[in-house]
């Protein structure tokens, strides 16, 4: 398939019959419990010569999308370079332009310059997401607190707003 016919494609739901026996076979074939082998995949053919070895990465697209479409659920498949202009790391992350640039800025995502144009690699990128996510989560986390069905409504807040400032405290000093 040539670069120009990749497209963003969207697949819906089908054939939950056949679906399933996938399914069914990745859960199995994962739950087997005989030790950890070397992983190999193979997308056959009509016939038994007619095979070829699958990477790791494009088998764990397959269970990704077998996995959603068991569920009934659409997958969108939508491919993209490896290097991103600012804007596109924007949309990626769900934030303004502007704050990318300021991530870049500040060195908190590594870049590269091509002439006046700030480019940076979607592998970058998306460990930045993901270290992003569990600072978010921690900071969830941190601000949990046991709720006693018996303690008064303004102290249930009041530890609140003292976890609030403690997860700032920490914040400011990192």
Do not use: C
Request: net charge negative.
């Amino acid at each position: 398939m040539s670069a120009a016919a990749l497209r963003e494609e969207t697949y819906l739901p089908g054939a939950a019959e056949q679906v399933a026996q996938v399914f069914d076979f990745l859960a199995a074939h994962e739950s087997a419990g005989r030790g950890r082998p070397e992983p190999r995949y193979f997308l056959a053919g009509p016939t038994p010569s007619d095979r070829v070895e699958l990477p790791a990465e494009v088998h764990r697209v397959l269970q990704q999308v077998v996995t959603a479409l068991q569920q009934g659920l659409a997958v969108t498949v939508a491919p993209t370079t490896q290097t991103l202009t600012t804007q596109q790391a924007a949309d990626l992350l769900g934030v303004s332009r502007p704050t990318v640039i300021k991530l870049l800025d500040n060195g908190k995502v590594p870049f590269e310059r091509v002439g006046t144009h700030r480019r940076v690699l979607l592998r970058d990128l998306l460990e930045y997401r993901e270290q992003r996510r569990a600072e978010q989560y921690a900071a969830l986390e941190a601000t949990a607190i046991d709720l006693d069905d018996e303690e008064d409504l303004e102290t249930v807040l009041q530890q609140l707003r003292e976890t609030r400032r403690a997860v700032a405290r920490r914040r400011r000093s990192a």
